[in-house]
């Protein structure tokens, strides 16, 4: 039997871009990201709706594709989802390390997404999209940090 990830409307010996393959596994992505999710304790141990936890993917995961179909030396813009995201998992109760963690569960799924696409992927910039993902993905965390701790500077200069 087929899953979506083997099967999953692109044809049989034709090749697609990473950038491609991801914006088709978009929500395959998503789930498979909260599947590795509810198996961090740390992690469950925020009570969220499915919503409320995988609410940010979907901007964030275009951000990367965007990324990826850059030209290549083009700077990439900031990434304003991640920073709204930041902001947001500081206001949920998240720590540092459990947001560290969901972007490191991130990359993994996008990886995994690419291996199980690997009979379609166009080789000749495969490494290459390999670094922008794993580039953009660090951005994307370091924007949710810089946020995060201004949010938390600011929360702590009002108890003051």
Request: hydrophobic share 40%; charged share 25%; with cysteine.
């Amino acid at each position: 039997m087929m899953t979506h990830s083997q099967n999953n409307g692109a044809r049989p010996g034709t090749t697609e871009s990473v950038a491609d393959i991801l914006e088709r596994e978009l929500d395959p992505v998503i789930h498979d990201w909260m599947t590795l999710v509810e198996k961090q304790k740390d992690l469950m141990s925020v009570v969220l709706s499915y919503e409320d936890r995988t609410g940010h993917l979907p901007a964030l995961l275009r951000e990367v594709i965007v990324r990826l179909r850059l030209d290549a030396g083009t700077k990439a813009p900031i990434s304003v989802a991640a920073s709204h995201h930041g902001d947001l998992r500081r206001k949920q109760g998240y720590t540092v390390a459990m947001v560290v963690e969901e972007s490191r569960l991130l990359q993994v799924c996008l990886f995994t997404t690419l291996h199980k696409n690997t009979s379609r992927i166009e080789y000749r910039k495969l490494l290459l999209d390999v670094v922008t993902i794993a580039d953009e993905v660090d951005a994307q965390l370091k924007q949710q940090m810089l946020r995060y701790m201004a949010a938390n500077a600011i929360s702590t200069q009002v108890q003051h």
